[in-house]
């Protein structure tokens, strides 16, 4: 749980950087992700890896489009099920 405040409290100083279009994809993504069947946690550490990429994009003045694609909705169910694929895995272990 302190980690996942930690987490937060990075996130929402690292939000500040993010320019106008990346901040409301961020808003977006951020509101589509709180009903997903991720943990607090993950969705933290989903949030950090989006954010992360999503500075990166701005230095390299590229589009966030090309890492996440166009549609957001998309990348988000994909980004849900692999962590659903891998918590499967892991409880399905003999």
């Given amino acids: 749980m302190f980690l996942e405040l930690k987490l937060l409290k990075i996130r929402t ?3 500040k950087k993010l320019n106008k279009k990346n901040h409301t994809i961020f808003k977006e ?3 589509y992700m ?3 069947t991720l943990s607090s946690f993950e969705k933290e550490e989903f949030f950090q ?5 999503m500075l990166q994009s701005q230095l390299e003045n590229k589009s966030i489009d090309l890492f996440i694609g166009e549609d957001y909705k998309k990348f988000c169910d994909s980004i849900i099920n692999e962590y659903n694929e891998s918590k499967s895995f892991i ?4």
């Fill in 29 to 31: 993504i951020e509101e």
């Fill in 13 to 15: 100083k690292e939000k």
């Fill in 91 to 94: 409880f399905n272990q003999p």
């Fill in 49 to 53: 890896q989006l954010l992360d990429m």
């Fill in 34 to 36: 709180k009903n997903s």
